[in-house]
């Protein structure tokens, strides 16, 4: 489907998409931290500011000026005539990252999102799964948000933690592991927004329009809104994560890519909470620590079971001394498996159509430059990562001949 766009044209709405997604997801968050902070630091009012219907009181200083902060218990005497929301710093990171989605993982499903060896390879059946795996997955949170369950909060947080450790595992059997990463953050983004838009707004108006009439605003609905707010608050650090987790193939091409995923997840979530108490003014460190060594945890049994140690240490194992003469057939036959599947794409001036220029900045065209990326290749290669699209179809035999080698080098 890409091929209908210019590939030049298709990269620069990638930027000019991401560029916007980022800076709209900064005001999103940068809000909303904000006020979770405000809200946790309000301290009581002097009286005769509580005669004012004053709640809570807080001063800051920040753009070169002091200000005055105050949260009503219900409204001012008289009600302002500008009101600021805030919703569309929400709207508009969704917006643009559905629109990155299409551009790259839907527009070039066969490259991005089809996987090697996963459950989809055809990519129009890939797109028509990744838009079922994030309806199906706001369907399935907003249906638990309407059981008792939500107000068991430890139990409904464990609930959560299920749903996205299934979501993660079914994500790397439908699609390319990158891709899997992408859709539980796309998921759980998707909760986020949806929060804004099916809770946090609508009772957000109705308490405007009843505070507004001199009537008792509706509690129920508030509470429900403030519910979802705090869920928006936990998510936060794991769908960056999950976001930024693009960029770092050793984490989405690990053996046990959607475990880290979920592990790495839970402790970023955990690390949240001392945050949140400590604005409330309880410190304790032990959170922070448990969630920091939790991290340290992931990565110590990340090495552990990484292919790169994995195939080093099989290739120790067998230690075979090949003779001269077998090394120079090995070597050749290596640099024919590069040439028809790496340099099509890797290489200054790549043929494969929709490249423009050698991907990651890597050049790969001989045994000399596959092996000086040997740390990075072997994960793409054993994850099956690499070569992306396979559109040369490489065997199974053909990955396992790079793999050993690389292993050896
Ligand atoms: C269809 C094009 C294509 C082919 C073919 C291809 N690559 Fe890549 N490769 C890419 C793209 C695009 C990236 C950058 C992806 C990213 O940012 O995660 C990349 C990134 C990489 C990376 C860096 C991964 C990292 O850690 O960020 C390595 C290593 C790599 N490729 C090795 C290979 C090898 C080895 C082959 C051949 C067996 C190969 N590639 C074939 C497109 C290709």
Redesign the pocket.
């Given at each position: 489907m890409g091929d209908l766009i210019n590939p030049l044209v298709l990269e620069w709405l990638n930027l000019a998409f991401r560029w916007f997604h980022v800076v709209a997801a900064i005001a999103w968050i940068g809000a909303s931290f904000y006020f979770i902070w405000l809200d946790l630091s309000l301290r009581e009012p002097p009286q005769w500011k509580a005669d004012k219907g004053v709640k809570g009181d807080l001063w800051a200083i920040h753009g070169g000026g002091i200000y005055e902060v105050a949260k009503y218990h219900l409204r001012p005497q008289e009600m302002p005539k500008k009101l600021h929301w805030f919703k569309w710093e929400a709207y508009s990171t969704w917006l643009s990252g559905t629109g990155l989605l299409i551009l790259m993982y839907y527009l070039q499903a066969q490259?991005y999102l089809v996987g090697y060896n996963t459950l989809i390879q055809s990519p129009g059946w890939a797109v028509v799964a990744s838009i079922g795996f994030i309806l199906g997955g706001q369907a399935l949170y907003e249906l638990l948000l309407r059981t008792p369950l939500v107000k068991r909060g430890l139990l409904f947080a464990a609930i959560l933690l299920l749903v996205i450790s299934v979501a993660s595992y079914l994500a790397h059997l439908l699609f390319s592991p990158?891709a899997a990463y992408l859709h539980v953050g796309a998921m759980i983004a998707t909760w986020m927004a949806g929060n804004v838009f099916w809770g946090i707004m609508p009772a957000q108006r109705k308490f405007v329009a009843a505070v507004s009439n001199n009537e008792a605003p509706d509690t129920c609905a508030m509470a429900f809104a403030k519910l979802r707010s705090t869920h928006n608050n936990y998510l936060t650090l794991p769908v960056i994560f999950c976001m930024l987790s693009?960029?770092y193939?050793?984490l989405y091409s690990h053996v046990y890519s959607w475990l880290v995923l979920v592990a790495i997840g839970l402790c970023l979530a955990w690390g949240r909470h001392f945050f949140n108490l400590k604005h409330l003014g309880v410190v304790k460190p032990f959170i922070l620590l448990s969630s920091f060594s939790g991290l340290v945890l992931v990565a110590v049994l990340m090495a552990v079971t990484s292919p790169a140690s994995i195939a080093a240490k099989q290739a120790e194992k067998a230690a075979i001394v090949t003779s001269a003469e077998q090394s120079v057939s090995t070597d050749e036959r290596i640099n024919q498996?590069?040439h028809v599947?790496?340099t099509?794409?890797?290489a200054a001036v790549?043929s494969?159509p929709g490249?423009n220029a050698a991907?990651?900045g890597?050049v790969?065209d001989s045994t000399v430059h596959?092996a000086a990326?040997k740390v990075?290749?072997l994960p793409?290669?054993s994850s099956g990562y690499?070569?992306?699209?396979n559109?040369h179809h490489?065997t199974d035999l053909e990955r396992k001949t790079?793999i050993d080698w690389l292993a050896q080098q």
């Open positions: 490259t990158r693009n960029h193939s050793f498996l590069i599947h790496c099509n794409c890797h790549p494969q490249f991907p990651a890597l790969i596959l990326q990075r290749a793409a290669l690499m070569p992306l699209g559109f490489m790079l």
